[in-house]
C-alpha cells in the first residue's frame, strides 16, 4: 500500500504541467509568434481572447465581434499545419506528428478598425493531458472517483513516455550534430596540414633552385 501511494507521489512530481497562461499586446502590423517544444502524436490546445483598448476609458475592453486573430502553426520542418481565420475568442487545437519545436504566430485580420489603438491577446496553451476535460470524462463514461484518478495517472504515464521518448530524439540529434562537427574540425585540420606540408615543399624545392641558379650549392 505504502509502495503504491509512494508510486503516485513520484508520477506526480515527474509531470511537468504544460501550460502556459499569459497576455501580450499586439498593434496594427505587429506579428507575435510563440514557440512550444512538443513531443509527436500530442494534442494541443490554445484558448485565447482578444481585448480592444478603449482610450476614453484608459483600459481594455471586450473586442467587437469584427475583430479576429489570424493563427499560423508550422511544424519543425517549417511547414505549415493550420492557417485561419478566428474570431475575437475561441479555441485553436492540433496534434503534432513530428516531434520538435511548432511555432504558434497570431496577427490580427484586419487594420481597418484600428486607429492607432493596441489589442490585448489573452492566450492559454495547454499540452497533452492537460487538454483533457476530465470532468466531461467522468460523466460520459461514468467513471468513479478511482476509475478517474486512475485514467489520469495512465495519460500522466503516457505522456511522461513521450517526453522521454522526445528527449531521446534530442539527444540523437545533439550526437549527430557533434560527430558531424568533430568529424569537420577533424578534415578541416586533415586539410591545413596537408596545405603547410605541399608549402613547405614548393618553399624547399624553390629555394634549392635559387641555391642552384647562385651556384651556392
Known amino acids: 500500500m505504502i509502495s503504491c501511494k509512494l508510486f503516485v507521489v513520484l508520477v506526480s512530481l515527474l509531470v511537468v ?23 509527436d502524436e500530442t494534442t494541443v490546445v490554445a484558448n485565447y481572447k482578444v ?29 505549415t499545419i493550420l492557417s485561419r481565420v478566428y474570431s475575437s ?5 492540433f496534434t503534432s ?12 485580420n484586419s487594420t481597418a478598425w484600428f486607429s492607432g489603438s493596441q489589442l490585448r491577446v489573452h492566450l492559454d496553451i495547454q499540452v497533452g493531458e492537460h487538454t483533457i476535460d476530465y470532468a466531461n470524462v467522468a460523466q460520459k463514461e461514468k ?16 505522456q511522461i513516455t513521450k517526453e522521454q521518448n522526445y528527449q531521446r530524439y534530442r539527444e540523437e540529434r545533439f ?3 557533434s560527430d558531424s562537427t568533430n568529424q569537420r574540425v577533424l578534415w578541416w585540420s586533415l586539410a591545413q596540414t596537408l596545405v603547410l606540408v605541399i608549402m613547405g615543399f614548393w618553399q624547399m624545392r624553390h629555394l634549392k633552385s635559387f641555391f642552384e641558379a647562385k651556384k651556392l650549392v
Do not use: W
Open 17 to 39: 504541467p504544460l501550460a502556459n497562461g499569459l497576455y501580450f499586446h499586439i498593434g496594427e502590423t505587429e506579428r507575435k509568434c510563440f514557440i512550444e517544444e512538443i513531443p
Open 51 to 79: 481585448e480592444l483598448y478603449d482610450p476614453r476609458s484608459g483600459g481594455f475592453m471586450p473586442s467587437s465581434p469584427g475583430i479576429g486573430m489570424h493563427v499560423e502553426i508550422k511544424d519543425p520542418d517549417d511547414k
Open 89 to 93: 475568442e475561441g479555441r485553436i487545437s
Open 97 to 108: 506528428h513530428i516531434p520538435g519545436e511548432h511555432v504558434l504566430c497570431m496577427y490580427s
Open 143 to 158: 467513471l468513479t472517483e478511482l476509475q478517474l484518478r486512475i485514467r489520469q495517472l495512465l495519460d500522466q504515464v503516457d
Open 175 to 177: 550526437r549527430q550534430t
